[in-house]
């Protein structure tokens, strides 16, 4: 029996990052779907974990050339074997490639995938048209989620929000990022002073499912987990996230109405982290704030990730 390969979620993430960019759901090459947010997820229908293409037992090295996130279950079905596995009914092969190891479908296949992955052709009337009829409205409520984050800082330059709206972009995946001077405001630390005041608002856009909601937080608790960095080493005063979720009737009402709705949304800022009641139903924070009730309509929600704090302070 294979026993499995086991990577802290930070690696994990990274290998993710590696291999999907900043797509939030993506098809393992068996062709399942798996999700950022479920890493080593048994419970998920969408858990993946991290593989080695040339097993371990083959001379396979736990290195970034030689591993793959793949669904569970297909990490499952391909566990030791070599050369040939069948994972998600259909046949791999393991290849050498110069100075490292690739998993082929064989040829048997292809022509299977070659038919399901088959892009439409407008120029052919038959298949304009049958991509016009699978165009319907589809009922149901749809959701986006946003993140508000304000800002203070006694830095008169703009170079620091800048690299600000940078890391955001990067790490929420999104270009979609609106940016509101606030004016000043007055903050007694060791003495009066006055701060500038922005509030970046970040439109993360569709969030299907319950997982992609707790994806969504998860990357608000990784910024809050970098705000002690940003307010330590930067002109940064302070940082207030707020993370939500609003809900329209279709598709196109929320791309007809989310910008102009989410970046105008006035939102109450009551500490580090603040997070709505769609975002608490609908992640592991309805555990976490158990009897806790909101202010204003935000629950506090000041969590960090316990080890990428402990490797931030050494920089601090």
Request: proline letters at 2%.
């Amino acid at each position: 029996m294979k026993n499995f390969m086991n990577l802290n979620k930070e690696t994990a993430l990274r290998l993710w990052v590696q291999q999907f960019g900043k797509k939030q759901k993506a098809m393992d090459f068996a062709g399942r779907e798996i999700a950022k947010a479920a890493y080593n997820d048994r419970n998920s229908n969408f858990g993946w974990n991290v593989d080695h293409i040339l097993p371990i037992s083959r001379g396979g090295k736990t290195a970034d050339y030689n591993l793959i996130c793949c669904h569970i279950l297909t990490n499952d079905e391909k566990a030791d074997k070599f050369p040939c596995f069948k994972a998600n009914a259909k046949e791999f092969e393991i290849q050498k490639r110069q100075n490292h190891y690739e998993i082929v479908l064989r040829d048997s296949d292809q022509d299977q995938v070659d038919e399901e992955d088959k892009t439409v052709n407008f120029l052919d009337v038959a298949q304009g048209l049958e991509c016009w009829k699978q165009c319907k409205f589809s009922s149901g409520k749809v959701f986006a989620g946003y993140v508000k984050i304000k800002v203070e800082t006694s830095n008169e330059s703009n170079q620091l929000l800048v690299r600000y709206e940078k890391f955001l972009i990067e790490l929420f995946g999104t270009d979609s990022i609106f940016v509101e001077d606030a004016g000043y405001s007055s903050i007694y630390r060791h003495r009066l002073q006055q701060y500038r005041t922005y509030i970046f608002t970040v439109i993360v856009g569709y969030v299907p499912t319950k997982d992609d909601t707790e994806n969504l937080l998860n990357d608000c608790v990784t910024l809050n987990t970098y705000s002690a960095y940003f307010i330590s080493k930067t002109r940064f005063e302070d940082i207030q996230i707020v993370c939500g979720v609003k809900c329209y009737d279709s598709c196109f009402e929320m791309s007809l109405n989310a910008q102009k709705d989410i970046v105008e949304k006035r939102v109450q800022f009551i500490g580090p982290l603040a997070i709505d009641e769609v975002v608490k139903i609908n992640t592991s924070a309805e555990k976490d704030l158990k009897d806790i009730f909101p202010r204003n309509g935000f629950y506090p929600y000041d969590f960090t990730f316990a080890s990428l704090k402990e490797n931030l302070e050494k920089y601090i």
